[in-house]
């Protein structure tokens, strides 16, 4: 079982940029995907990036480009790194933990997730 704190979030103007991080306590970390997944006011939670275990990342197909996940197994923690940030990314931004080898759009598979950060973007 693995207790996920993520911490990072604020509120910037477009194009600026953010880096969250996430704190794993628990064991057999490097055992999970690890992912950022974002739910804005009114809508589904959805996938931003994940990391698998073997450490390829996958991405929502506006993050591309823009956000890059890693992770640290040493030290069990996640990052995601935020640049060129637009209004739409606004949301709270969750860390969560899942099956081995998972992509960004299995968030349903996933077990375990933080209490989240909120990111505000501003035009």
């Known amino acids: 079982q693995l207790q996920l704190v993520e911490s990072g979030g604020g509120a910037v103007q477009a194009g600026g940029s953010l880096n969250l991080s996430c704190q794993a306590s628990?064991?057999?970390?490097?055992?999970?995907?690890m992912g950022w997944f974002r739910q804005a006011p009114g809508k589904e939670r959805e996938g931003v990036a994940v990391?698998?275990?073997?450490?390829?990342?996958t991405y929502e197909g506006s993050a591309e480009g823009r956000f890059t996940i890693s992770r640290d197994n040493s030290k069990n923690a996640l990052f995601l790194q935020m640049n060129n940030l637009k209004p739409e990314d606004t949301g709270m931004y969750f860390c969560?933990?899942?099956?081995?080898?998972?992509?960004?759009?299995?968030?349903?598979?996933?077990?375990?997730w933080g209490q989240g950060t909120q990111v505000t973007v501003s035009s």
């Open positions: 969560a933990a899942g099956p081995f080898y998972s992509t960004y759009d299995d968030v349903k598979n996933f077990q375990y």
């Open positions: 628990g064991d057999l970390y490097y055992s999970y995907s």
């Open positions: 990391i698998d275990g073997d450490s390829n990342p």
